[in-house]
C-alpha cells in the first residue's frame, strides 16, 4: 500500500506540475507596433539636373541643360524653406552663354511626396554680347519618385536689374521666361 500512495502522490504531482506549466504559456502581451515608412523625405542637400528653354518676344527659343545644388528645411509641417544654385548653358544662336541664379524657395507639402514653391533670386547671365545681371521670379511643383529622387517642373520670369540692358527695349518686368524640367538626388 506504501507503494501504491506513493505513485499515487507521484501521479498527482506530475499531473499539477504540467497544469501549472500549461498556465505559464498564457502570457497576456500588447502586440508590437507595425513599421511604417518614415515617407519623403525633403529635408536635407539635393542635386541634379535639368534641362529646357528661355523664351523672351525678340530672341529665338534658346535651349539649356544645367545643374543644381540646394538645401531644404522643414520649418513647420508642412512648410518647406530652402536655398539653391543654378547654372546652365545656354545654347544660342551662334553666341552661347551661361545663366547662374541664387535662389530662396519657400513651399508646402500637398502630401508627402508633392511640394509645390515660389522662388525667387539673383544672378548673371555669363558670355554672350555681355554679361548683365538678372533677377528671377516664379514656380514649381516637385514629385518624390523613390525615397531619394524627385522629378521638378518649374518656370521662371527673367528680369533685367540695369534697365539700359533690356532685351526687347520695352521696359518689360520680365524680360524672358524659364521653363525647365529637373531630375534631383536628394543625399
Avoid: C
Avoid at 134 to 154: K, Y
Avoid at 180 to 186: A, K, P, R, S
Amino acid at each position: 500500500m506504501a507503494i501504491r500512495s506513493l505513485l499515487l502522490g507521484a501521479s498527482i504531482a506530475v499531473v499539477a506540475s504540467v497544469g501549472a506549466q500549461a498556465a505559464d504559456l498564457i502570457i497576456p502581451t500588447t502586440p508590437e507596433p507595425i513599421y511604417e515608412a518614415a515617407g519623403f523625405s525633403w529635408d536635407g542637400l539635393y542635386a541634379g539636373i535639368e534641362a529646357g528653354g528661355i523664351f523672351a518676344d525678340d530672341v529665338d527659343t534658346t535651349g539649356l541643360v544645367g545643374g543644381i545644388v540646394g538645401v531644404n528645411f522643414t520649418v513647420a509641417d508642412p512648410i518647406v524653406v530652402g536655398i539653391e544654385v543654378q547654372a546652365d548653358y545656354l545654347f544660342l544662336d551662334g553666341d552661347d552663354a551661361g545663366l547662374v541664379l541664387a535662389l530662396g524657395r519657400v513651399g508646402a507639402l500637398l502630401t508627402d511626396s508633392v511640394l509645390i514653391y515660389a522662388a525667387g533670386g539673383l544672378g548673371s547671365t555669363i558670355g554672350g554680347d555681355d554679361d548683365t545681371g538678372v533677377f528671377a521670379l516664379g514656380a514649381g511643383v516637385e514629385v518624390a519618385l523613390t525615397d531619394s529622387v524627385s522629378l521638378r517642373g518649374e518656370v521662371l520670369g527673367l528680369g533685367n536689374l540695369d534697365d539700359d540692358d533690356d532685351i526687347d527695349g520695352d521696359d518689360d518686368f520680365f524680360a524672358a521666361g524659364k521653363a525647365t524640367v529637373g531630375v534631383f538626388y536628394h543625399f
